[in-house]
């Protein structure tokens, strides 16, 4: 079975652009959580949905959006670039909404460099 | 402070000796407690989970003081494959937001 995956990899865009990013969770999890690495800290949590709705949001500005389509897939929008949101942005998938007790699965991530 | 606290390191060890690595954490409200693994330009990995009993699984043993808020992760008999980073993660009660510590870089060497 596919993990979770993510697109694209690689990802240079400028100063005021607006990026999308894709992430397709574990076949039957319906828990997506989107986190922001950036380089030399851990993974900072940016937002979490499940069935459609948003459970969780975290400390990031309204540049940051999501959703959650109706096959749990996801996408994470960041408008009016700056070079700061430069990161690795993972996504994450577990089955249900747990609490917490279940392990979450990790995408390869979508490298984001701003110039 | 962070909500999460590691050393960053890096740990230089050679192969075949125990490394202990520590975490605390802030907030008692937590619930879950993990160690992922980071490869270099990789996605985290879970590792193990962390239980207040302590649990081993192979060369790991995790360990959880949930009075003073501490998180150990033991490696013993290190191999060249265990160098990577290693990150403490803490959960909320009812919730899914994992918190990340900085994590901890380890190196093994021949």
């Known amino acids: 079975d596919a993990g979770v995956t993510q697109s694209p990899t690689h990802l240079i865009k400028t100063r005021g652009q607006h990026v999308t990013l894709r992430c397709s969770p574990i076949s039957g999890h319906k828990s997506v959580s989107w986190y922001q690495q950036v380089l030399g800290q851990g993974p900072q949590f940016i937002f979490q949905?499940?069935?459609?709705?948003?459970?969780g949001r975290g400390n990031f500005p309204d540049r940051f959006s999501a959703r959650q389509f109706p096959n749990y897939s996801s996408e994470l929008n960041v408008n009016a670039l700056l070079l700061g949101d430069s990161a690795l942005y993972l996504c994450a998938s577990s089955l249900v909404f747990t609490g917490g007790d279940q392990p979450q699965h990790f995408g390869d991530g979508t490298r984001l460099s701003i110039l | 402070r962070k909500e999460v606290e590691q050393d960053p390191g890096p740990f230089n060890v050679p192969e075949g000796a125990t490394v202990a690595f520590n975490c605390t954490y802030s907030?008692?409200?937590?619930?879950?407690f993990f160690w992922y693994r980071q490869d270099c330009r990789k996605e985290p990995k879970l590792l193990m989970s962390v239980y207040s009993s302590g649990n081993e699984d192979g060369r790991f043993t995790a360990q959880l003081n949930r009075a003073s808020q501490y998180i150990s992760l033991l490696i013993r008999d290190s191999k060249l494959s265990d160098s990577a980073t290693y990150l403490c993660v803490v959960n909320y009660i009812n919730t899914d937001k994992l918190i990340f510590g900085t994590g901890t870089r380890l190196q093994v060497f021949p």
């Open positions: 949905y499940y069935e459609k709705e948003e459970r």
């Open positions: 907030n008692s409200a937590s619930q879950s």
